[in-house]
C-alpha cells in the first residue's frame, strides 16, 4: 500500500499548519482557510474514492481548522469511515474527530455506536481501549443507555487485558455520572468489588474510583467491599516503598490509591467484624507513625503525597469516631501542623480538627492546643487560615474555656477581616449566651461586642440579649447599670442605644437609687444620642421615655416637654409622629393606675432557639452543626435556665421565629409601617371586635412593651374615635348571621360557590396539604355598578382561637367594579383540633351599607390525610384506641339514599381513605385517616355500618383525640 | 482632547508611542493590545472604552492608529485627526507599512510633535507641514527664512506661502466619485449614493483668488432667477437645458471663503500649492448607475446550482469602463465550480469562497454574461447559506452624481496674468464603491 511508504507524518497537514502559523494577519489565516475547506470538500466529493491515508490527513486537517473556531459542517462520514480501518492511527484520528466534533443528535449516531460495538468485541486490545475512550469523552445519555450493559462485562471477563480492564472501569464510571440510572445490577457487580484484589495496580486504583461511585449510589450492593479495601489497604501500607515500584510516588506507596481506599472506606461504617476492624486500625496507626518519621526526601512532592494519605486517613478516622486512641493520636499530629511552614497544612489541619472536636473522644485533645490557635487567629497572614482558626475556636469552646475564647474572640474582632466580622459576632453571641453561667459576663460580654464591631451586630442579637436580661431577674440591675456607664462613652453605637433604652426603660428604677443614675440624668443620657438615631431607634426612645413616666412620675413634665417639642409632634417620620402625640396624650389624660397597667413591665419570653444559631445555620449550615450537636448533650443545662412559657396566650406558631417575631419576612415588611403597628397588625385587616381578645403576637420589638397599650387606648372612648378610621358601629342595615347551610357544601368537597345574592357572588377554592390550607376567596360583583367601600375580615370565634392561625394574603381593593371579579387568598394553619369555622365579614356600600357574615369552609376534615392499611394493622389500632372516650359513636336515620358508590365517595371526599376488604360485612364502609395538625398528629378510624331495612346508619369513629373525634362525626353524618 | 498616540503593527507591537498628557498611563497601550488587537472576538467597533478611556482605533494595511482620551472628545474630530495623519504620512513617505514607519520614526514623531499640541490638533496640511519639516537632515535656515515660515504659519493665510513663481501657470481639477449601490435581484435600487472629491492640484504664482462653479442646483437656479426675473422654471434644468445636481452636504478646504458661499453660494478661494482637496461632497439623487448586473440563480438538487450573471454598461458608447471586476460569492460547502464566460477571464477563487470575473474595459451600452455551474457537497448542517450580494468593481470616465465643473477663474491682480493666460485641466473618474446587487 502506498500509504505504509508514506509513513505517517503526514506533510500535507505539517505544511498546512505552518500555512496558518506564517499568516500574518486574521484575515489571510481564514483565506488560507477557505481555500483549504474548498480543497478537501473537492476531495471528498461523492465520485471520488481515496484512499486511508489522506483520508485521514484531511480529517485531521478539519479537526485542526475547528479547533481554531471555524465550523466545520462536513467529513463526518469520512470519520467514521476511518473507524472501520483497522490502522491504528486512522482509526485513532476517527475517534478523536468524533468525540470532538459529532453531536448526540446526528444521523450519524447509531453508526458510530455500530462501529464501536464491533471494536469493543475485537480482538485487538489496542482497539477495544479506543472505543472505551471514545465512549468516555463523549459520555452522552445515548452512550450509557448503548453500553451500560456491555462494559462491565468487559470489565469482570478474565479474558481482558489490565490496560483494558482500566479504561472499561473509568468508562463506567464516566457514564455513571451522566446517567446514574443505566447500570442494571447484575451478578458483575458482586465481582467488581473483586477487583480491589487485582494484581495489577492500575486496575485497582481505576475500579476503586468506579466502585465508590458505586457504593455513593447503592451502599448496600457492594457492602463486600469494605473488607476487600482494608486488606488491600493494608497491604499498601505495610510494603515498604520497593514493593510497589511502579506505584512509589516520592518514597509514598501508591498515594492515590491510598487515598481513594480511605474515601471509599468513609462511604461505609466501622466495619463490624473485629478481625477487619482491628487491620484497619493497625494500618491507621502505621501511617500516623510514618508521619512521625523523618521525611524520605526533602522534595515538596513527597511531603505532600504522604500528607495527602495523613488528612485522609484523619477523616475516615473522624468518620469512623470509635478509637480515642486513634482520634487523640491524629489530633495530636494535627497540633504539630498548625505551627507548619506550609500555609495549606496550617489551613488543612484547622479544618480536620474543627471536625474532631465534634467528637467525643478527641475533644479534649482538642482543646489543649488553643493557644497555638488562639495565636494563629493573631499571628496568621492568610485571611483563609484565620477564618479556619475562628471556625475550630467556636468548635472547641466550652463551659471551661469559653470566657477565655470569647475574649480571645473579642480582642481579635477589632482586627478581624469584614468579610468575617458578621459571621464572628454571630459566633461570640452563641457562644456567651450558650456558656453563659454568670449573666453578668454574658451582658459584659454581649455589651463590648456591640461597642467594637457594632455595625456587624445584627438585630438578632441585641434582641436576644434583651430576651435574656428580660427573662433573668438577676441580670437586670446589673445590665441596666452597665448600658447605662457604657451609653455613657461620648460615641456610642446605634445599637448600643436600642439595648440602653429598652432596658433602662425597663429596669430603670433599679438604678435610680444611686444620685449618679437617677432618673433625670438617664433621661438627660438617652435624649442625648436621639438626635443621632435613625427612625426606628427614635421610636424606640420615645416608648422609653413614656415608660420612664410610669417608673418615674418625678421627670414626667421634662419628659412630656420633650413629647411636646414640635420636633417630635410634627416629625416628618410619621411612625415617630404618631408617638409622641400618643404618648403625651397617654401620660396627660389616663390616670396614675392606667399607666401603671399600660406601661407595666414586660412578662418574660417563652423560651426558644435561638434566633443566632438560625441565622448562622442560614449562613454557613457546617459550622453551626457542629454547634448543634453539642447542644443536644448540653440541653439539659439550658432548659434549665429557661422559665415555662408564662404568655399561654401567645401561639405556638411563633416558635420557629424568633422572640421578637422579626424573624418571619412578614413582619419585616410591617416595619415600614409604624402606624398600624401600635394598634396592633390586625387593627389594619379587621374590625376592632378581635383586637381585645387577639394578643399581639407579631408585633415588633420596640412595640412590644406596647402590646397592650391598645387595649388601654381602645378604653379610652374619644381617643379610639381619632385613631380608627372605620368604625363598625352602627352603620350596617343588613346583617347576616353566619349560615351553616352553604359550609355543610364543603365537607366533602375543596371549591364551589359560598355564598350568593343578586350583588355579589362568593367562590371558594382551596387546597391544603398537611397542616397547612390555602382558601382563595372570589368575589365577583353582578351588579354593572360599582361597590363602594368594600371591606372583609375574618376572625375566629372564641372557641377556634389560638388552634388555628389565618393570615389574610392581600387586602382586598375597596372599590369592585361593575361585573368585574376579586380575588383574595387566605393561608390558613391548623395548630390543633378545631370545632368552629373561622367567620368572614364581609362589607360593601351599594345602594345601602350591607355586611355579610359567613362561616369559612375550613373545616377540622380538610387537613386528614388517607392513611392505607390492611387488617391486621386497622384491628391492632382499632384495639387501641378501645376507651370509651376516644370513641363516638352516632345512629342516625339515612337523609340520602343509601347508595354504596355514593357514600364511598363522600368518604374519600371527608379525606379518609376506604380500606376494602376489612370488614367482613362487605357492605360496610371501613376507613382511616391522619389528621395532620401544626402541633400533633391525629389518628382516626372509621366504621360506618349501613342498615338498608332500617334506612339506618351506625357510624363509629375513634380517635386518638376525643375532641376531634366528636367533631368529625358532627360534620360527616350529616353528608349520609 | 487626545491624551496619546499609538502605531502598532499585526502583532501588536507598539511602533509608535506618544503621550500628550499626564493622565493616559504607560500600560494603556497594553490595554488596547489585549482588549482589540488580541480580543477572542473581532472588535468591529471603532470606538473601545476600556477602564474608562476611550480607544479610538484605525487600520491601514496591518498597522493600526490608535488615539487615546480619558475624556469625553469629539469622536468625529478624533477620527478625521487620524485620517488627516494617514494622509500627511503618506505624502511623507509613501505607503504605511510596518518597514517605512521603522525607517521613518524620527520623523514620525517630528511630525506628531508639529500636528499635536498637548492633544489638541495643530496644522495637518502637508503643504505647510513641508515647509519646516522636512526630509533631507538638518539644514540651517537662514534668519529670514524662519521669520518668513513663522509669519506665514502663524499669518491669516497659512497654507500658502508668498513669492511662489512658475514659469507655466496650470492647474489640474480632478472629481473622483464613488458610487455606491444595493439592488434587489430584480432591479428595484434599494439604496443609491455618491460620494464625491474634488481634487485640485495648482501650480500658480503669487497670491491668485479662484472662483470655482460648478452646476449645484441653488447656484444655477439662483442665477437663472436673477437673469430671468425671477420666472419660474422646472427644476434640474437651467435656461440652457443643462441638467443641475442637488448637494445634500458637502466640504470645502480651509482656504475656501466661507462666508461668501454662505452669502452667495460661489466657491472663492486662494488655493494652497500643489495638491489639495478643494471639497468633499455627497449626492443621492438622480445618480446615472454605470452598470446594472442582472443575476439568475437556479439550485439542481442538493448538490448542484447553475449560476448566469448578465452585465449591461449603462453609459455613452463612445466612453470606456475599466478595471471591471465581478465577485459571485458561492455557497460554503462549493466543491467544485465550472465557469463559462464570452469575455474577460473568470476563475473561481476558493480562498475567498467567490467567483471572480475580470475585463479589462468595456465600452457603453454594451452587455456580456457568465455562467457557472456549482457543484455542492451534501453537508450535516441544516443551515441555510445566506447568499450574499454579488458586488462589482469598476472605474468609468465621468461622474456618476452628473456633476460637472463650469468654470474655474483665476484672478491674480499684483502679477501680470490673467485668466485666459492659465492651463487648466479638468478629469473626471468615477469609481466603485460598495456596488452590489442582491441574488
Not at chain 1, 789 to 814: C, H, Q, W, Y
Not at chain 2, 92 to 104: A, M, W
Not at chain 2, 208 to 224: H, Q, R, T, W, Y
Not at chain 2, 415 to 428: E, F, M, P, Q, S
Request: glycine share 4%; with cysteine.
Amino acid at each position: 500500500m502506498p500509504a505504509v511508504s508514506r509513513g505517517d507524518g503526514m506533510r500535507g497537514l505539517s505544511v498546512f499548519i505552518a500555512d496558518i502559523r506564517n499568516c500574518k494577519s486574521k484575515e489571510a489565516e481564514s483565506k488560507r482557510i477557505n481555500k483549504e475547506l474548498a480543497n478537501i470538500r473537492s476531495k471528498f466529493k461523492g465520485d471520488k474514492t481515496i484512499d486511508g491515508y489522506s483520508k485521514k490527513k484531511y480529517v485531521c486537517k478539519l479537526l485542526f481548522i475547528f479547533l481554531l473556531g471555524h465550523d466545520i459542517d462536513f467529513g463526518h462520514m469520512e470519520a467514521v469511515n476511518l473507524l472501520s480501518s483497522n490502522k491504528y492511527t486512522e482509526k485513532q484520528i476517527g475517534y478523536l474527530f468524533i468525540s470532538v466534533l459529532v453531536s448526540s443528535n446526528s444521523d450519524l449516531i447509531k453508526l458510530i455506536i455500530q462501529n464501536i460495538k464491533n471494536d469493543i468485541s475485537s480482538p485487538n486490545p489496542i482497539h477495544v481501549n479506543l472505543a472505551l475512550h471514545c465512549i468516555a469523552n463523549i459520555g452522552s445519555p445515548e452512550m450509557a443507555e448503548a453500553f451500560a450493559p456491555e462494559i462491565p462485562k468487559l470489565l469482570v471477563s478474565p479474558d481482558t487485558i489490565n490496560i483494558v480492564k482500566q479504561s472499561a472501569a473509568l468508562c463506567l464510571l464516566r457514564l455513571l455520572r451522566t446517567a446514574p440510572n443505566c447500570l442494571a445490577p447484575g451478578e458483575w457487580s458482586s465481582r467488581v468489588i473483586h477487583l480491589l484484589n487485582d494484581q495489577h495496580m492500575g486496575v485497582v486504583t481505576a475500579a476503586t474510583s468506579l466502585i465508590h461511585s458505586l457504593a455513593q449510589l447503592n451502599p448496600d450492593e457492594y457492602r463486600g467491599c469494605v473488607s476487600l479495601a482494608v486488606s488491600r489497604f493494608s497491604r499498601i501500607v505495610t510494603s515498604t516503598y520497593t514493593d510497589l515500584q511502579d506505584y512509589t510516588y516520592y518514597f509514598v506507596p501508591a498515594p492515590w490509591l491510598s487515598v481513594k481506599l480511605l474515601r471509599l472506606l468513609q462511604c461505609y461504617p466501622v466495619p463490624q467484624e473485629p478481625a477487619i476492624k482491628g487491620r484497619l486500625v493497625e494500618c491507621l496507626d502505621v501511617i500516623l507513625n510514618k508521619c512521625m518519621e523523618p521525611p524520605k526526601s526533602k522534595k515538596v512532592q513527597h511531603s505532600n503525597a504522604k500528607n495527602a494519605v495523613l488528612f485522609e486517613a484523619i477523616s475516615l478516622i473522624i468518620h469512623m469516631d470509635s478509637d480515642p486512641n486513634l482520634l487523640v493520636r491524629a489530633c495530636n499530629q494535627l497540633g504539630s501542623f498548625l505551627q507548619h511552614r506550609e500555609t495549606n497544612l496550617r489551613y488543612l489541619a484547622l479544618e480536620s480538627m474543627c471536625m474532631l472536636a465534634g467528637s467525643e473522644f478527641s475533644a479534649e485533645a482538642v482543646k489543649k492546643h488553643r493557644e497555638t490557635v488562639i495565636n494563629a487567629l493573631k499571628t496568621e497572614r492568610d485571611v483563609s487560615v484565620r477564618q479556619r482558626a475562628v471556625d475550630l475556636l467556636y468548635a472547641m469552646c466550652d463551659k471551661t474555656n469559653s470566657e477565655e475564647i470569647v475574649a480571645e474572640m473579642l480582642a481579635y474582632l477589632e482586627l478581624a477581616d469584614y468579610a468575617i466580622r458578621e459571621e464572628m459576632v454571630l459566633k461570640v453571641a452563641i457562644l456567651a449566651e450558650k456558656y453563659a453561667s454568670d449573666y453578668r459576663w454574658y451582658v459584659d460580654t454581649i455589651l463590648q461586642l456591640i461597642k467594637v464591631a457594632g455595625d456587624y451586630v445584627s438585630e438578632e442579637v441585641w434582641h436576644r440579649v434583651i430576651q435574656i436580661v428580660i427573662n433573668r431577674d438577676d441580670a437586670q440591675g446589673y445590665a441596666a447599670k452597665t448600658v447605662f456607664e457604657n451609653l455613657q462613652a461620648p460615641a456610642c453605637h446605634e445599637n448600643m442605644v436600642k439595648v440602653g433604652g429598652y432596658i433602662l426603660g425597663e429596669f430603670g428604677n433599679l438604678i435610680a437609687g444611686d444620685p449618679r443614675s437617677s432618673p433625670l440624668v438617664q433621661f438627660d443620657l438617652l435624649h442625648s444620642k436621639f438626635h443621632l438615631c435613625t427612625p426606628s431607634t427614635r421610636a424606640l426612645l420615645l416608648s422609653a421615655y413614656i415608660k420612664f413616666i410610669n417608673l418615674f412620675p418625678e421627670i414626667k413634665k421634662n419628659i412630656q416637654d420633650v413629647l411636646n417639642n414640635n420636633n417630635q409632634l410634627r416629625n416628618a417620620d410619621v411612625e415617630l409622629q404618631q408617638r409622641a402625640l400618643e404618648y403625651l396624650k397617654l401620660s396627660s389624660i389616663a390616670s396614675q393606675d392606667v399607666l401603671a397597667t399600660v406601661l407595666e413591665e414586660m412578662p418574660p419570653f417563652p423560651e426558644r432557639e435561638s434566633s443566632i444559631l438560625a441565622k448562622l445555620k442560614k449562613k454557613k449550615p457546617s459550622s453551626a452543626s457542629v454547634i448543634e450537636k453539642e447542644k443536644k448533650e448540653d440541653s439539659p443545662s439550658n432548659t434549665k435556665a429557661a422559665s415555662p412559657p408564662p404568655q399561654v396566650s401567645v401561639p405556638k406558631q411563633n416558635e420557629a421565629v424568633d422572640l421578637l417575631g422579626l424573624g418571619s419576612p412578614a413582619p419585616a415588611e410591617k416595619q415600614s409601617s409604624f402606624l398600624v403597628d401600635v394598634f396592633g397588625n390586625q387593627a389594619a385587616t379587621e374590625p376592632p371586635v378581635l383586637d381585645t381578645n387577639i394578643p399581639n403576637d407579631d408585633s415588633l420589638p420596640q412595640d412590644l412593651p406596647f402590646s397592650d397599650d391598645c387595649q388601654a387606648l381602645a378604653m379610652d372612648g374619644d381617643f379610639e374615635q381619632a385613631t380608627y378610621p372605620f368604625d363598625s358601629s352602627g352603620m350596617c342595615d343588613e346583617t347576616m348571621s353566619p349560615d351553616d347551610t352553604s359550609v355543610d357544601l364543603f365537607i366533602c368537597k375543596h371549591n364551589g360557590v359560598l355564598f350568593e345574592n343578586d350583588v355579589i357572588q362568593i367562590g371558594v377554592k382551596s387546597e391544603y396539604r398537611e397542616h397547612l390550607g390555602r382558601v382563595g376567596l372570589f368575589y365577583g360583583n353582578k351588579t354593572p355598578s360599582q361597590l363602594l367601600d368594600f371591606r372583609t375580615s375574618i376572625s375566629l370565634p372564641s372557641e377556634t382561637e389560638g388552634k388555628i392561625n389565618i393570615a389574610v394574603g392581600k387586602e382586598a381593593p375597596s372599590i369592585v367594579e361593575g361585573g368585574a371579579q376579586v380575588q383574595q387568598m387566605v393561608n390558613i394553619e391548623c395548630l390543633s383540633d378545631f370545632a368552629e369555622c373561622p367567620i368572614i365579614t364581609i362589607s360593601y356600600q351599594s345602594g345601602s351599607q350591607q355586611t355579610i357574615r359567613l362561616k369559612l369552609p375550613v373545616l377540622l376534615n380538610k387537613f386528614f390525610q388517607p392513611a392505607e392499611m390492611d387488617s391486621q394493622v386497622f384491628f391492632a389500632r382499632w384495639k387501641a384506641l378501645g376507651k370509651p372516650e376516644q370513641e363516638c359513636q352516632k345512629i342516625f336515620p339515612a337523609s340520602h339514599p343509601m347508595d354504596s358508590e355514593s357514600s364511598k365517595a363522600k368518604i374519600l371526599g371527608f379525606g379518609m381513605s376506604v380500606l376494602p376488604n376489612i370488614d367482613p360485612n362487605p357492605g360496610n364502609f371501613v376507613s382511616a385517616g391522619v389528621l395532620k395538625l401544626k402541633t400533633a398528629q391525629i389518628g382516626c378510624l372509621l366504621r360506618l355500618e349501613p342498615n338498608k331495612q332500617s334506612n339506618m346508619y351506625r357510624m363509629t369513629l375513634r380517635s386518638s383525640n376525643e375532641n376531634a373525634a366528636k367533631s368529625l362525626v358532627a360534620l360527616l353524618f350529616e353528608q349520609f | 482632547m487626545i491624551g496619546g498616540l499609538f502605531l502598532y503593527n499585526h502583532k501588536g507591537e507598539v511602533l509608535i508611542s506618544r503621550i500628550y498628557r499626564d493622565d493616559i498611563g504607560r500600560n494603556a497601550c497594553d490595554a488596547f493590545r489585549v482588549n482589540v488587537i488580541h480580543a477572542r472576538q473581532q472588535v468591529r467597533s471603532p470606538v473601545t472604552n476600556i477602564a474608562r478611556t476611550s480607544f479610538f482605533h484605525t487600520k491601514r494595511g496591518n498597522i493600526w492608529l490608535c488615539a487615546v482620551t480619558k475624556q469625553n472628545v469629539n469622536a468625529a474630530m478624533v477620527f478625521e485627526f487620524l485620517l488627516k495623519m494617514v494622509d500627511v504620512m503618506q505624502s511623507y513617505f509613501g505607503k504605511i507599512n510596518e518597514e517605512n514607519i521603522k525607517n521613518n520614526f524620527v520623523l514620525i514623531y517630528e511630525l506628531l510633535d508639529e500636528v499635536l499640541d498637548f492633544g489638541y490638533p495643530q496644522k495637518t496640511d502637508t503643504g505647510i507641514l513641508k515647509t519646516f519639516i522636512t526630509q533631507q537632515g538638518i539644514k540651517t535656515q537662514s534668519k529670514e527664512e524662519t521669520t518668513q515660515i513663522t509669519s506665514q504659519v502663524t499669518g491669516q493665510i497659512g497654507w500658502r506661502r508668498e513669492g511662489i513663481k512658475y514659469r507655466r501657470n496650470e492647474l489640474f481639477l480632478d472629481v473622483l466619485e464613488s458610487v455606491n449601490l444595493l439592488m434587489s435581484p430584480q432591479g428595484q435600487v434599494l439604496s443609491a449614493h455618491v460620494a464625491g472629491r474634488v481634487i485640485m492640484k495648482s501650480y500658480l504664482s503669487g497670491m491668485p483668488e479662484c472662483k470655482f462653479g460648478m452646476n449645484d442646483k441653488l447656484v444655477i437656479d439662483k442665477s437663472a432667477r436673477s437673469a430671468d426675473d425671477g420666472s419660474r422654471r422646472t427644476a434640474g434644468h437651467n435656461t440652457s437645458g443643462k441638467p443641475s445636481i442637488a448637494i445634500d452636504d458637502c466640504t470645502f478646504h480651509q482656504c475656501v471663503k466661507l462666508s461668501k458661499f454662505e452669502s452667495e453660494r460661489s466657491i472663492s478661494f486662494i488655493p494652497a500649492d500643489g495638491e489639495f482637496e478643494l471639497m468633499r461632497y455627497r449626492t443621492t439623487k438622480d445618480i446615472s448607475l454605470p452598470f446594472r448586473v442582472i443575476p439568475l440563480v437556479r439550485d439542481i438538487g442538493r448538490s448542484k446550482m447553475e449560476v448566469k450573471v448578465v452585465v449591461k454598461s449603462n453609459f455613452k458608447p463612445t466612453l470606456l469602463a475599466q478595471k471591471i471586476e465581478i465577485r459571485i460569492p458561492t455557497p460554503l460547502n462549493t466543491s467544485g465550480v465550472q465557469v463559462l464566460c464570452m469575455k474577460g477571464k473568470a476563475k473561481y477563487k476558493s480562498s475567498d469562497n467567490a467567483i471572480v470575473w475580470k475585463m479589462k474595459r468595456m465600452a457603453g451600452m454594451k452587455e456580456s454574461q457568465i455562467s457557472a455551474e456549482i457543484e455542492l457537497l451534501p453537508t450535516s448542517d441544516k443551515k441555510k447559506w445566506s447568499r450574499p450580494p454579488i458586488s462589482m468593481n469598476f472605474e468609468v470616465p465621468f461622474a456618476p452624481s452628473g456633476l460637472k465643473v463650469r468654470y474655474l477663474k483665476v484672478f491674480e491682480h499684483k502679477l501680470n496674468y490673467n485668466d485666459h493666460d492659465v492651463i487648466k485641466w479638468v478629469r473626471y473618474i468615477g469609481r466603485s464603491g460598495l456596488y452590489e446587487t442582491r441574488c
